[in-house]
């Protein structure tokens, strides 16, 4: 099976810190997302990749940056980390247009 | 653009009963998929059932069901013989035939299942 695996499970970081998010997945898949979950919200696109060193903007990609120097690798960056960025994030891959997303088991970022 | 809509926030349901949660969706588009995923507490989001809507046949999975009615716009998941694991956050989908391959998340609805 796939695995998207998300390097923490909890985060608790200081307003003005740059937080990383990172994610691995193990299946050489090309494409990979960034979706933040809120409750009332359901999941937002942030930010997604399509191969290495490519980016796409999603619905919601203010305050956040992305970066993809290895294929397996996709990380989330919040330059300036805000109390509104407080949120669960969540990684997802997959292999191409025809095939099913799999999903990280989340970060659930705290910002103080 | 698109949009999903689940109206539902919570539902319940007694074990071994069956169970349907709603989700409505807006689009121009005659081609795109429609998917059910659920999240358990573990968090991590599973697929349920995915839709093609130029199916007319709904989609079924063991216990779980879909009433794709593409007019209505209306894709429900129905959920027979509910057990404790299927207790969850479950969210519709809608992603586009050919774009970007963006998904299109509602807002989800919590499920309780009761002994």
């Keep these: 099976d796939v695995k998207v695996t998300q390097s923490s499970r909890y985060l608790v970081k200081r307003t003005g810190e740059k937080v990383f998010l990172e994610c691995v997945q193990d299946m050489d898949h090309e494409n990979m997302f960034w979706y933040r979950q809120d409750p009332g919200l359901g999941l937002r696109l942030i930010y997604f990749s399509y191969d290495v060193k490519m980016k796409e903007k999603g619905d919601i990609p203010e305050g956040y940056s992305v970066s993809r120097e290895k294929k397996e690798r996709f990380s989330l960056i919040l330059e300036s980390a805000s109390t509104n960025q407080t949120s669960m994030y969540l990684c997802a891959s997959r292999r191409g247009l025809n095939y099913g997303y799999t999903f990280g088991s989340g970060t659930r970022l705290t910002v103080v | 653009a698109q949009t999903v809509t689940q109206s539902q926030p919570e539902m319940s349901v007694q ?38 809507a130029y199916k ?21 998941l129905k959920i027979s013989d509910s057990q404790l694991g299927d ?29």
Excluded: H
């Design chain 2, 15 to 52: 074990e071994a009963e069956t169970v349907t949660l709603s989700c409505t969706y807006d689009t121009s588009e005659s081609d795109y998929y429609l998917f059910w995923y659920k999240q358990p507490p573990s968090r991590q989001m599973i697929l349920v059932i995915r839709q093609e």
């Design chain 2, 56 to 76: 007319q046949q709904n989609a079924t999975e063991n216990r779980f069901s879909v009433n794709f009615q593409k007019a209505a716009k209306s894709f429900s």
């Design chain 2, 87 to 115: 207790a969850a956050m479950y969210f519709c989908a809608y992603r586009s035939w050919d774009n970007t391959d963006k998904l299109i998340f509602g807002t989800g609805t919590r499920l309780q299942v009761f002994p």
